[in-house]
């Protein structure tokens, strides 16, 4: 049984005010949920006000991104540990804003994973195709490609430790959703996929969709025997959508 999560990615949004008000109201609004584990990922520079806001919250702490090194001349970059001391339980890697802005290859993807992991936290592993590839019909070899090349660097082993993400490009901040069927069909690929190298682990990991998702298109999607959950962007800027989404898991 995988018990649904749904993580909120705030990307590079709000103010320290507006940050604190959406730690407040979601970790009051979380309190009464049954059944569905809840994270945000705040800006780096509010994961302070986060450790501190979700003290005696259900509410898990997450980070949108981490160094794949653990300390040194790295300007600019925050490693693992220090997430870790700030309370941090997950930890977005490979979302497709850092490989298109920041051309993030798997392999250094898979790196981060390591340090993510060797930090005690889990990271939320996102893959996804653009519409280009899926209008080719390359959505399958995509993915495919995108877990191979994060498998060759960890093996399965570390997918026990990690979730998934599936998010089409195309799909994040645009308003399009996949449906239900499109993404069961991309989920239980993922997880076939996983399969044929270890059953256990892939039956056990957990993998969210991403990509647009709502209050009123969520309760669908999450009805989906491979949908665990949801990594949820623009809607997890509002509380009163966020937690809809987040009941709509229960
Ligand atoms: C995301 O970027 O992880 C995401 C899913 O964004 P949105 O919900 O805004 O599409």
């Not at 705030?10 to 584990?37: I, P, T, Y």
């Not at 003290?55 to 653990?70: H, I, K, P, R």
């Not at 256990?200 to 991403?210: D, E, F, K, P, S």
Request: charged share 20%; proline share 4%; glycine share 12%.
């Amino acid at each position: 049984m995988r018990a649904p999560l749904i993580a909120g990615n705030w990307k590079m949004n709000g103010s320290k005010r507006d940050a604190r008000a959406l730690l407040g109201g979601v970790a009051a609004g979380a309190a009464s949920l049954q059944g569905a584990e809840v994270a945000v990922c705040p800006p780096f520079p509010y994961l302070a006000l986060g450790e501190a806001e979700l003290a005696d919250s259900v509410v898990c702490l997450g980070a949108q991104d981490v160094s794949t090194e653990s300390a040194g001349a790295y300007t600019g970059e925050v490693a693992a540990a220090m997430l870790a001391e700030f309370g941090c339980r997950y930890v977005i890697c490979g979302h497709s804003e850092r490989r298109d802005y920041h051309a993030e290859s798997d392999t250094l993807i898979a790196r981060k994973l390591q340090a993510v992991i060797a930090n005690g936290m889990r990271p939320i592993l996102c893959v996804g195709e653009t519409l280009e590839q899926r209008e080719r019909g390359e959505t399958e070899a995509v993915i495919g490609a995108q877990l191979d090349g994060v498998l060759g660097v960890v093996g399965i082993e570390t997918f026990a430790d990690l979730e998934l993400a599936y998010e089409p490009v195309w799909a994040i901040g645009t308003g399009k959703t996949a449906t239900p069927a499109q993404a069961q069909q991309v989920h239980a690929f993922v997880r076939a996929k996983l399969g044929v190298s270890d059953r256990r682990i892939a039956q056990g990991v957990r993998i969210l969709y991403g990509g647009s998702m709502k209050p009123g298109n969520a309760a669908e999607l999450l009805a989906q025997p491979d949908i665990d959950g949801g990594l949820i962007g623009g809607a997890s800027l509002d509380v009163d959508d966020f937690l809809a989404i987040c009941r709509a898991a229960e």
